[in-house]
């Protein structure tokens, strides 16, 4: 159950990175938050 | 510096890349899941899971293998256990070369390499630790994975606040994942109380007689280059002392604490009645004064700032520029086995463990481990 | 000429001799007699390593880790196998005040049945200390013989002791070495 909450909450953010990224100005920015993604997205599948 | 403006198509860009990056660190994180082969010699009578002793462990991250070798002449049974944690390379390695060279001839052995098989799945967070260390072998370097002390949080998770184990001992949080704080186990607990739970299956019905669980320590660690012994293995304890320290290994005893619950020396003499002891030697790569860890400083065990350390007085091993290499601890460990197997006899000769094959403690010191071991599975 | 040789070998045979006996010639054969009572004097792990030493020289013997005064009832010697150990005091659930007490009381009831003492410093160089070093020298100067693993008395600590009381001192490589000498020193 507590996993569940875990990953809904790791989807959560993700997504919420995922809308960023298309809305940012500053490749830098866009770079920043591809990293960021990286590491919610290796939560999200990798923790089973 | 002139700008560059981001647009839709660098940000689907920089998606493609999060997708390179997540897919090239996901699959090396996964082939930690993959164990390292091992060649067991052509004296290995079978090969059993812990989870055939503790079904609920079947298809699970805590079920590993136990090879057994079976003698031909009545004696008593001995379980060795290595990779109680992960982070402490000599027990995986010691009991690889055990398994890759020994036939049993009286009494029967049971060899678990990997006590904490999740453990091996994943390394400790912000060690920098290489994944996997390269042991040189005649036909090339044979790799083993370097895991972390603790359960791999991806099959155990949340930690508690304050962990009671199942000996009801009260510790931090985090020990929950740590093996040799979860004896004697619950079958309904946490997955490595349950791996502990197994394990204490194990030793009930092989009716084992005597357990030893292989360790390494940091060298500013007290308690290095020791036995641990249940107060039931005091006078074997004693006994290999004195037979090491005649084969000019530095050693000492160190009584099991009666009060400290949770741990193999402790539990497994009080719940299951068997001689229990737990060896120590000293591996730079998991202390604190190391310098950048690699995979030559758990084989080589050469550092300099432990060297210097061992120069101030600050560690309980003498440190020298030459290090404690790997083939020295396992050699250690080997020598101690035996010491403690030839004590048994002398103690309780029906109870007499002897294996033929075992690398010799100086042989391996002297030709290195490689030659002991089974060439590498060529890469496919 | 032969003879001159003869002469020598005899010598040579008789240095070592000498050489196996304590430097000012006091004696450490036989002088105490069976059965023993072994424990230690700070909880130390070593007591074990003296029982099994006294049970591989065939001599008899009774390990008792924390012996009190009436365990000396039928011992014709009291083995103390000294160091302060505070993993050892605290596993046993001691501190060093009531192990002090608790050895001090024994020697006292010793002397009163004349059981003689003898005294083991086995752990070496890493079995000293304060705490170590302030009970030894409360008990050495007690002893009827002492026996040290070489590296212990490095510093000539055990011989300052010994040495005006006119104590034998026996020391040894290693631990395993301490068999022989104390074979000889039972009758």
Known sequence: MIRIFYLLIVLYLSLHLFWHLFRQKNPWSQAGTALVLTLFLLRLFLIK | MNRIKASELSAALFLILTGILCFISGRSFQTMHRPEPVFP??????????????????????????????????????????????????????????????????????IVPRANASGFTHSDPQEGNPQRFAVPTPSGPRLFRLGSRLTNPVDQWPDPAIYINPARQKLSGNEVRNLNRCYPGRADGFLTEKMAFGIMELIRR???????????????????????????SSELAALALLELQAEGFDIRLEASPVNLHGLS????????????????????????????????????????????????????????????????????????????LGGLAELEPEKAVEVEGMPPPAEVQKKGLGAFLHPPQKSG | MKKNCDVLVILFWFSFAFLAMPGNGQETVGIFEQP??????????????????????????????????????????LVLVLGASLKGLGAAGLDMDKERDRVRALITAAQETHVPLLCLHLGGESRRGQQTDDLIAEVLPLAK??????????????????QPKNIPLVEVEKMADAQVPLQKAFK
């Open chain 2, 41 to 110: 010699s052509a004296g290995l009578t079978a090969t059993h899971r812990l989870s055939d002793y503790f079904p609920p462990l079947k298809n699970t991250h805590g079920d590993t293998e136990v090879y057994i070798f079976r003698g031909t002449e009545e004696g008593g049974n001995l379980l060795v256990l290595g990779g109680t944690h992960p982070n402490e390379p000599a027990g995986l390695v010691s009991s690889v070369l055990l398994i890759e060279n020994i036939r049993g001839k009286r009494g029967n052995v049971f």
């Open chain 2, 206 to 232: 092989e009716r084992i007689d005597i357990g030893i669980d292989l360790h390494e320590s940091a060298p500013e660690y007290p308690v290095i280059n020791a036995i641990v012994f249940h107060e039931n």
């Open chain 2, 265 to 340: 020396h402790r539990e497994w003499g009080d719940h299951a009645g068997i001689k229990a002891i737990l060896l120590e030697t000293p591996n730079a790569s998991h202390g604190r004064l190391k310098g950048k860890p690699s995979s030559s400083l758990i084989v080589d065990g050469k550092d300099k700032f432990y060297a210097k350390a061992s120069r101030l007085g600050w560690l309980f091993v003498p440190y020298g520029e030459e290090g404690i290499p790997l083939a020295l601890r396992v050699a250690r460990h080997l020598a101690a086995l035996k010491a403690l």
């Open chain 3, 36 to 77: 023993m009572l072994i424990t230690s004097a700070g909880q130390n792990a070593e007591v074990q390593i003296a029982a099994v030493l006294a049970r591989r020289a065939g001599l008899n013997y009774t390990l008792s880790k924390q012996a009190t005064g009436a365990e000396l009832e039928n011992v014709k010697t």
């Open chain 3, 145 to 162: 013989m002492v026996m040290v693993v070489k590296s212990g008395n490095g510093d000539g600590f055990f011989t300052r002791l010994c």
